[in-house]
T-cell receptor
Framework: ETGVTQSPTHLIKTRGQQVTLRCSSQ?????VSWYQQALGQGPQFIFQ???????GRGNFPPRFSGLQFPNYSSELNVNALELDDSALYLC?????????????FGPGTRLTVL | DQQVKQNSPSLSVQEGRISILNCDYT??????FLWYKKYPAEGPTFLIS?????DKNEDGRFTVFLNKSAKHLSLHIVPSQPGDSAVYFC???????????FGTGTSLTVIP
């Protein structure tokens, strides 16, 4: 069984640029959730994709967008990067979109915005 | 508005003793709870879960207790081992929802 993978592991961008982060879900899982973890904080929910549709969104602006592909892998896109976007971005996969299913996390992508 | 709170940022215990990590929540709709362990430069690793129909769940050295009336859960690790040193997050969700809400974490140090 393959776990959740994310790429790249680290990324440095400048303010105003755009970035795409990628996530492959655990085999058998059809749901991917994205989280932002700032230093010293817990993960904050960005959005969730279930069967290629957005299935809920946290308190993040529209410049955070995503996609899920037929193989259930996913992308997180962030436009017009701001300094406060510097964080660890985590994706988590689960079998179903419901809140009662355990989510399994990837190793994360560390984004630094200069 | 922090719906899940871990009020102890850090905890130190001696190897072999019990570690107790606490978590409080405010939303009465939450009915599924998870604990994760996180090492630096890694993603959170799932440890143990509990649903609101239970008040205790055990898996090896890890036991989670849920007190619904107090909106409180705790993770007990017995006996604590140096490899348990990590940041522990609790997370809560409503089965009717689709997101987990996380606490800010407790950094556990197990002293050999």
């Amino acid at each position: 069984e393959t776990g959740v993978t994310q790429s790249p592991t680290h990324l440095i961008k400048t303010r105003g640029q755009q970035v795409t982060l990628r996530c492959s879900s655990q085999s058998g899982h059809n749901t991917v959730s994205w989280y932002q973890q700032a230093l010293g904080q817990g993960p904050q929910f960005i959005f969730q994709y279930y069967r290629e549709e957005e299935n809920g969104r946290g308190n993040f602006p529209p410049r955070f967008s995503g996609l899920q592909f037929p193989n259930y892998s996913s992308e997180l896109n962030v436009n017009a990067l701001e300094l406060d976007d510097s964080a660890l971005y985590l994706c988590a996969s689960s079998f179903d979109g419901a809140g009662g299913n355990t989510q399994y996390f990837g190793p994360g992508t560390r984004l630094t915005v200069l | 508005d922090q719906q899940v709170k871990q009020n102890s940022p850090s905890l130190s215990v001696q190897e072999g003793r019990i570690s107790i990590l606490n978590c409080d929540y405010t939303n009465s709709m939450f009915d599924y709870f998870l604990w994760y362990k996180k090492y630096p430069a890694e993603g959170p690793t799932f440890l143990i879960s509990i649903s609101s129909i239970k008040d205790k769940n055990e898996d090896g050295r890890f036991t989670v207790f849920l007190n619904k009336s107090a909106k409180h859960l705790s993770l007990h690790i017995v006996p604590s081992q140096p490899g348990d040193s990590a940041v522990y997050f609790c997370a809560a969700s409503a089965r009717t929802g689709n997101q987990f809400y996380f606490g800010t974490g407790t950094s556990l140090t197990v002293i050999p």
